[in-house]
């Protein structure tokens, strides 16, 4: 009887939509029906607040429903009245007090616009600096672009000329040309855009010809005189397998023909640093520059019978 009363109390709210009666308005018959559950071994335990719709798994009722839609109406329509409240407010205190405040209201408008004016120009500034950096530097590339070719055909000072451009154009400072008699091994000086001090030692040579050791250990000579903190060899040609590893273990950037093609078409000096003994390729490689320059000249012999280690 218990259970068929209580159905039919279920059946009543279900169609009201409205929550199932608390403990302490039907106390007894909702207690008697929970501790039979829990004898029953059960570890959902209803509290005697539960809505009849969360009991049955079932979504709010419409009833519920209806009740949150009017919360949501009431604060919303709380809102607009601070809102418009304190707009009036406001606006009375304008109109009461508009001859002792205006002042300070017009500079206040006066500063204002004068920080977005300023914040307006110096974004603009920032953005024409950048553009015509970008423009100057492709404009370099441009008037310093030369082919490989081209670069052959010229004179020692010459070619000392194109690469301090090219050191000039990768942001380099304090850039010179000091080749000549009585240079110490370095053909050009100056500094590197992070401030590092720098040697270079140019070597205009025909493509044939092979960068012996001699005169990386020359470079690297010269680099202890000066002081400086990087030492760069660039050359027309490559470096012999010798000379390429003295390079690498001295920290000596080696800039064989391939990366002076690479560097005169617009590659950073930076970026050659990081690939420093790479790009002579495999003996493959070797055998097709061969083809296309010719094979090295045999060293000289000296006096004492002994070759000469420096081809050219």
Same mark, same amino acid.
Request: glycine content about 14%; some cysteine.
């Given at each position: 009887m218990l259970f068929s009363d209580l159905g039919k109390e279920f059946d009543a709210y279900v169609a009201v939509g409205l929550a199932v009666p608390t403990a302490e308005t039907r106390p007894a018959p909702f207690a008697q029906v929970n501790g039979w559950i829990q004898a029953l071994g059960q570890e959902t335990v209803y509290p005697a607040a539960t809505s009849l719709s969360t009991l049955l798994g079932r979504g709010p009722t419409e009833g519920e429903a209806v009740v949150k839609k009017r919360g949501r109406r009431s604060a919303a329509r709380k809102r607009w009245s601070v809102f418009l409240g304190g707009g009036a407010l406001l606006l009375l205190?304008?109109?009461?007090? =508009?001859?002792?405040?205006?002042?300070?209201?017009?500079?206040?408008?006066?500063? %204002?616009?004068?920080?977005?004016?300023? =914040?307006?120009? =110096?974004?603009?500034?920032?953005?024409? $600096?950048?553009?015509?950096?970008?423009?100057?530097?492709?404009?370099?590339?441009?008037?310093g672009h030369r082919r490989l070719a081209e670069v052959d055909q010229m004179s020692g000072t010459e070619f000392e000329e194109l690469v301090a451009a090219l050191c000039r154009r990768d942001g380099c400072t304090d850039i010179?040309?000091?080749? %000549?008699?009585?240079?110490?091994?370095?053909?050009?000086?100056?500094?590197?855009?992070?401030?590092?001090?720098?040697?270079?030692? !140019?070597?205009?040579?025909?493509?044939?010809?092979?960068?012996?050791?001699?005169?990386?250990?020359?470079?690297?000579?010269?680099?202890?005189?000066?002081?400086?903190? #990087?030492?760069v060899?660039?050359?027309?040609?490559?470096?012999?397998?010798?000379?390429?590893?003295? !390079?690498?273990?001295?920290?000596?950037?080696?800039?064989?023909?391939?990366?002076? %093609? #690479? =560097?005169?078409?617009?590659?950073?000096?930076?970026?050659?640093?990081?690939?420093? %003994?790479?790009?002579?390729?495999?003996?493959?490689?070797r055998a097709q520059w061969?083809?296309?320059?010719?094979?090295?000249?045999?060293? $000289?012999?000296? $006096?004492?019978?002994? $070759?000469?280690?420096?081809?050219r």
């Open positions: 205190v304008l109109v009461g007090f =508009w001859s002792a405040i205006w002042p300070y209201l017009l500079g206040a408008g006066v500063l %204002g616009g004068l920080g977005t004016g300023s =914040w307006w120009l =110096w974004r603009t500034d920032r953005r024409v $600096r950048g553009r015509d950096r970008q423009w100057r530097r492709q404009d370099a590339i441009q008037a010179q040309r000091a080749g %000549g008699a009585g240079d110490n091994g370095a053909d050009v000086t100056g500094r590197l855009p992070d401030g590092r001090t720098m040697i270079i030692q !140019c070597k205009r040579y025909t493509p044939r010809s092979t960068i012996a050791p001699r005169e990386v250990r020359d470079l690297l000579g010269s680099k202890t005189h000066f002081g400086a903190d #990087l030492a060899f660039v050359t027309t040609t490559r470096f012999s397998r010798q000379s390429e590893d003295l !390079c690498v273990h001295n920290d000596i950037l080696a800039i064989h023909r391939d990366h002076l %093609g #690479l =560097w005169n078409n617009g590659a950073s000096l930076a970026s050659l640093i990081a690939v420093n %003994g790479a790009g002579q390729g495999d003996q493959r490689h061969n083809k296309t320059y010719g094979k090295s000249p045999q060293p $000289r012999r000296r $006096r004492g019978g002994t $070759r000469d280690e420096e081809g």
